[in-house]
């Protein structure tokens, strides 16, 4: 994870009751990435910030972009009136000045991933929420990510694309014999999702196992904050 540093951040209420977010005091930490959202964390406000990309050939773009955080918090509010707001941080979107986002695409080049450079964040929102890797206490805090996958099969969909007639893969396995073909992983994960989401305590040990083993970008443990796996 790497550092910047900027000055106290401050917010101001705009049209259709988002904020602007002025990063320009804010020290802000580049995390990591995945095909479709950066994480940066706001260490002194114990915050993280996601930022959806997009190639970088492709700008424009934004009502769908507020369109599509705005259904996101949507769902992720109906989860926490369902499983406790006390188990899950309920996120806002926020509007980033044009001249922000491009001081923070500039600012991260040197961190990412070499394969992922051909997008980046060129839309006006992100979404900001707490972050759970932070406390207050003076002891070790451990946190766990973990990205779980599709853990339902489509009906003959799986075995149309892949002619794995008679043969039931999820899309996380049949993805992992891809990647393996296309030479992005050198060994193929024993963990799939249709196991941790079976109820069968066995499989969903032994998804929990595959997954610490072979942990691909599919889990993250920190240590106060910064990334042990």
Request: glycine residues 6%; contains cysteine.
């Amino acid at each position: 994870m790497q550092r910047w540093g900027w000055g106290p951040a401050r917010s101001s209420q705009r049209s259709m009751m988002i904020n602007t977010l002025d990063l320009q005091s804010t020290e802000l930490v580049y995390v990591a990435e995945g095909n479709a959202n950066i994480v940066l964390k706001l260490t002194k406000l114990k915050q993280v910030l996601r930022l959806p990309k997009l190639e970088k050939s492709k700008g424009g773009g934004d009502h769908e972009l507020f369109c599509y955080l705005h259904r996101s918090v949507k769902y992720i509010s109906i989860l926490a009136d369902m499983c406790g707001h006390e188990f899950i941080f309920l996120p806002r979107i926020v509007k980033i000045p044009e001249d922000e986002a491009k001081r923070i695409n500039e600012f991260i080049t040197n961190f990412r991933p070499v394969n992922r450079l051909g997008k980046e964040f060129n839309g006006k929102y992100a979404m900001l929420m707490q972050d759970a890797t932070a406390g207050s206490t003076s002891e070790p805090i451990y946190s766990v990510e973990i990205k779980p996958k599709q853990g339902w099969i489509f009906d003959n969909t799986i075995d149309h694309i892949f002619r794995l007639q008679g043969v039931k893969r999820c899309r996380y396995c049949c993805m992992q014999y891809l990647k393996m073909k296309m030479e992005k992983i050198s060994s193929r994960s024993k963990y799939c999702p249709m196991d941790l989401f079976s109820g069968n305590v066995n499989r969903m040990r032994k998804a929990i196992e595959a997954i610490l083993y072979e942990p691909q970008n599919n889990l993250r443990i920190f240590k106060n904050w910064k990334s042990c796996i």
